[in-house]
């Protein structure tokens, strides 16, 4: 059983502060906490936390899970391929666009995983998500391979 939904995390009730922080908040928990700070670049954690914040969204298609995506600004996702079992989704816009380029590193497993989780309520099969491309890495944009089984 959960303690919280996603529809909990929609009840906000701050009235001088308000619904918004600061997106350098987010990549500091992110990219400094999480990142730099846990053992595996924090992997294991972002893709465990990732996938359940997936799962509570309330998505009944791919472009419901793309439309939660774009509207908690998360980045502006787009199908560039999709085959019977397999999707490319570029994300432009990302939380990590313009931070500087660390070749080799590949940032965005929270974000992949989170597109993960809410699209395996869809299918029945084993979904698996592979992030390809990423910003941080120089990459024009960020991407992500999702595999359905």
Known sequence: ???????????????????????????SVRLIGMYQGLPMKGKNTTITVGREIGKSMPVQSIEDALHIFEELKIGIPRIVKKTENEMHIAIEDCFCDGLPIIEGNMVCDLEGAILEGAISTIYEGNISIREVKCNVNGDEHCEYIIRIS
């Open 1 to 27: 059983m959960s303690l919280f939904t996603f529809d909990d995390m929609k009840k906000i009730k701050r009235d001088k502060l308000g619904a918004d922080v600061p997106l350098e908040l987010f990549r």
